[in-house]
């Protein structure tokens, strides 16, 4: 049976389990916007579901009273999808760092992107592996000098939004989890919204990689004249390397998703001529 919740409040979607990230961590701001996102929403925990991968922002559906599945290393997003597939009445999210999701997950992210189903992924940038204390990550920046790059990153830096905007998203958007109130309202529309959802939250580590003062100065929230349908100026916004700027980027209201495809055809399959089909190409 549902679980429903009346006036939920943030508290009633935390679990028993206290995060055991390091003190000052940014994945504390992304827990707290999630908390109050779901409370707004009123979501059912028994009815939501939250998925990651490794790392230490994928410790997070420890600390959540809803159904979780902790999975492996770059593997969240195929099982989201796979869940959400089966059981399309559930809410799912899928959660995790920049390693996991832009790295060895790259592969998924891209197809995932591609399907349009119905998902919220929310990804904890750091810049770094946090989890394996301080190596450089697909978004570290060029010339970062870590124990991995003592003499600087030779790579050039992944840029999260303006590679999901080109692979057609339908929901594209980035917070920053020193505003957790801003950030729980893009987690409420990145869920409500019907579609693959992506949510790229700037969350520091202040233990290997201590970007909050840089952030601080260059979080620049999207202007209210900024037309979210127009995915030529929201790249615009994606490539400005001096701002990073926080909002959603885009949307895209009325697109069809592969999980409500897949259940369409699964009820045509039922009236499906199997004989006239086998006369015509057999
Ligand atoms: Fe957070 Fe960094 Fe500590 Fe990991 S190592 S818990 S990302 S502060
Ligand atoms: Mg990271």
Redesign the pocket.
């Known amino acids: 049976m549902t679980q429903t919740l009346i006036n939920p409040t943030p508290k009633d979607y935390k679990s028993e389990v206290k995060p055991t990230?390091?003190p000052?961590?940014?994945?504390f701001g992304v827990l707290n916007a999630v908390y109050r996102g779901m409370a707004g929403l009123k979501l059912a925990p028994d009815q939501t579901v939250v998925v990651s991968g490794i790392g230490?922002?994928s410790r997070f559906p420890h600390f959540l009273k809803t159904f979780g599945f902790h999975s492996v290393h770059g593997r969240a997003l195929p099982v989201a999808q796979g869940l959400k597939m089966a059981r399309p009445d559930l809410t799912v999210l899928a959660v995790g760092g920049d390693g996991d999701y832009f790295s060895i997950g790259a592969g998924h992210l891209l197809h995932a992107a591609l399907r349009n189903i119905d998902i919220t992924v929310v990804v904890m940038d750091?810049e770094i592996y946090?989890?394996t204390k301080g190596q450089t990550s697909p978004t570290s920046p060029q010339g970062h000098v870590t124990k991995s790059t003592p003499y600087g990153l030779l790579a050039s830096q992944f840029n999260p939004i303006s590679t999901v905007l080109s692979l057609n998203v339908s929901f594209v958007a980035r917070g920053y989890s020193a505003r957790p109130k801003e950030l729980a309202a893009l987690v409420e529309q990145g869920i409500q919204h019907k579609g693959f959802s992506f949510i790229h939250v700037l969350s520091p580590?202040?233990?290997?990689y201590h970007t909050f003062d840089a952030w601080d100065a260059a979080v620049t929230p999207i202007s209210e004249e900024h037309d979210r349908s127009d995915r030529g100026k929201a790249m615009l916004l994606a490539m400005e390397t001096e701002k990073q700027y926080t909002g959603i980027f885009y949307e895209e209201k009325e697109r069809p998703t592969m999980d409500q495809a897949a259940h369409q055809l699964v009820q045509q399959s039922k009236e499906f001529d199997i004989a006239a089909y086998m006369q015509r190409y057999a």
Do not use: E
Request: some cysteine; glycine content about 20%; hydrophobic content about 20%.
């Open positions: 990230w390091c000052g961590c940014g994945d230490c922002s750091n946090g989890l580590c202040p233990t290997f």
